[in-house]
């Protein structure tokens, strides 16, 4: 079975840091572009990060979250991770990790939960001002 294991949320003051991760199994890992996807308290899930199956083909992230967030993946693990700096506390959410069946990470188009062929059940992160 696929699955998705998301873990590292938790309870942060404002501007401390975080780092989650999410371990894959049953599926080529490595033949996916993996996102990071969240989701605030009654508002739509939304696109946060995509790094390609290989990096330096391209990484995206929000506009929201640029600067403050890395992404990165660690293949032979078959997990990847999202470091987050700088919290704010419209940064609470559920993170979720999710999978691309796709070389890349596509400019314009990234974002679209639509896109997803896996999704992990999420952690949860909650930044207090």
């Known amino acids: 079975d696929v699955q998705l294991q998301a873990s590292g949320g938790g309870l942060v003051q404002s501007g401390g840091s975080l780092k989650i991760a999410c371990v894959g199994s049953?599926?080529?890992?490595?033949?996916?572009?993996i996102l990071w996807f969240r989701q605030a308290p009654g508002k739509e899930r939304e696109g946060v990060s995509c790094i390609s199956r290989r990096p330096e083909i391209g990484i995206y992230y929000a506009d929201s979250v640029k600067g403050r967030f890395t992404i990165s993946r660690d293949n032979a693990k078959s997990t990847m991770y999202l470091q987050m700096n700088g919290l704010k506390p419209e940064d609470t959410a559920i993170y979720y990790c999710a999978t691309e069946r796709a070389d890349r990470c596509y400019a314009g188009s990234w974002y679209q939960a639509s896109r997803m062929d896996f999704w992990g059940k999420g952690t949860q992160v909650t930044v207090s001002s």
């Open positions: 049953g599926f080529r890992f490595d033949d996916y572009a």
